[in-house]
């Protein structure tokens, strides 16, 4: 279990996360969403050990992350960020590189069992010798996430991993996260914007506004509410077949031939 108690953060001065607290089990995946600007990249820099806390404590069983030395932490926590900078190496460099912490730079036979396991999730065969500054950012965003499962880690990060996939990757790519979470029974983080995506994938949905966690919820339990003050927008939701629907009011009051709301 992950125990994130207290946790502040902030920058010059200014209060980037206030008093973070909450939980996360193993097997489950905690969507987080919220408005641009809400904190959700910062807490998830923090939690990663990538941003110094000021306050609290990030504490997976009896093991505070906060004081992990670099090695042990990439055996723990797989962090894929919102924006990264891509190295001038292959594919299948990237992919390696995902098993250094654990067999320096000499791929073992089992460490290319794993890595050739990914290769197949991911469909990557056709790409792995070009050189990943070349792809586009869908496919991108799928190396890089491969490389974080490649890892193996108890806490898996992901912030918005789907934002540049077309929409039958972001279906597939969801669906090997969970399966890796549920197989694995490893901790999974992940920001998404889509809640569509973010009621049928996840387990719990965090909600995060102004530097701060307003709603952490199970998904089940979403309410029209809960969108409509995080996001302030008004939203519509329908269940069907114990699936939650979401869906966005709008108007078209100045078109002049059909006015209408819906
Ligand atoms: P989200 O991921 O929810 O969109 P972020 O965590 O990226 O939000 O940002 C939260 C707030 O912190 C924003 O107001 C942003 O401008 C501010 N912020 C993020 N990084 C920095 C930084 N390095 N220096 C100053 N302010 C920052
Ligand atoms: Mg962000």
């Known amino acids: 279990m992950l125990y994130v108690t207290n946790l502040s953060f902030s920058i010059k001065n200014k209060k980037l996360l ?8 193993q097997g489950e995946i905690k969507v987080f969403i919220g408005p641009n600007g809400a904190g959700k990249t910062t807490l998830l820099k923090v939690i990663a050990n990538i941003y110094k806390k000021d306050k609290g404590e990030v504490r997976l ?9 670099p090695k042990e932490l990439s ?5 894929m960020p919102q924006f990264s900078e891509v190295p001038d190496i292959t594919v299948l460099e990237v992919l390696e590189l995902g098993r250094y912490t654990y067999c320096g730079t000499k791929i073992k036979r089992q460490d290319r069992d794993i890595i050739n396991n990914i290769i197949d999730n991911f469909s990557l065969y056709s790409i792995l010798n070009l050189n990943i500054s070349t792809l586009s950012g869908g496919q991108r965003q ?4 491969a490389s974080c499962l490649i890892q193996e880690p108890k806490i898996l990060i992901l912030d918005e991993p789907i934002s540049h996939l077309d ?12 399966k890796f979470t549920k197989e694995r029974n490893i901790i999974t983080l992940i920001v998404l914007h889509d809640i569509q995506h973010a009621l049928h994938y996840g387990d ?19 309410q029209k509410y809960h969108l409509n003050e995080v996001f302030e927008i008004q ?28």
């Open 204 to 222: 719990k949905i965090l909600m995060m506004k102004d530097a701060q966690i307003r709603y952490d919820i199970n998904t089940k339990e979403i």
């Open 235 to 262: 939203a519509k939701l329908f269940k069907e077949e114990n699936h939650t629907f979401v869906y966005y009011q709008h108007s078209h009051l100045q078109t002049k031939k059909y006015p209408h709301k819906h």
């Open 142 to 145: 799928k190396v890089l996430l």
């Open 167 to 178: 929409p039958k990757n972001q279906l597939d790519v969801l669906r090997i996260v969970k």
């Open 61 to 69: 069983a009896q093991k505070d992350i906060g004081l992990l030395k």
């Open 75 to 79: 055996r723990i926590v797989s962090y």
């Open 18 to 25: 206030k008093s973070i607290n909450f939980n996360a089990n």
